[in-house]
């Protein structure tokens, strides 16, 4: 089975909202959109596109009501990132998902400690 770079180079939360944004490039997408394609929580999006802006691979602007992300097309990384992140969708759909951790609720993972 070919492992995906994709996923091997980045952390898991960093691939996947690499892929969300540079597979369709000229897509935008709000925070929680991103959130729900990459299967993961609000907060660690958040951050992550926090610091893909903060290094200038994502662009973003807000309508008042959402904040949109898109990747940066004039950035220097942006081709090599589009081509992994292209190919990686190719990729079989449970060769990503066995990587995944199972989201937890913040109320299940609270249950019990008091």
Known sequence: MKADALDLLFP?????????????????????????TAELALRTVQRELAILKKIGL???????????YRAERDHILFL??????THSASCLPHMRKEHKRPRQSWRSSTRGRR
């Open 12 to 36: 898991i939360v960093r691939a996947e909202v690499l892929r969300a944004l540079f597979i369709d490039s000229r897509r935008e997408m709000y925070v929680r959109e991103i959130a729900r």
């Open 58 to 68: 994502v662009t973003s602007r807000s309508n008042g009501f959402h904040v949109f």
């Open 80 to 85: 090599p990132l589009q081509k992994l992140a």
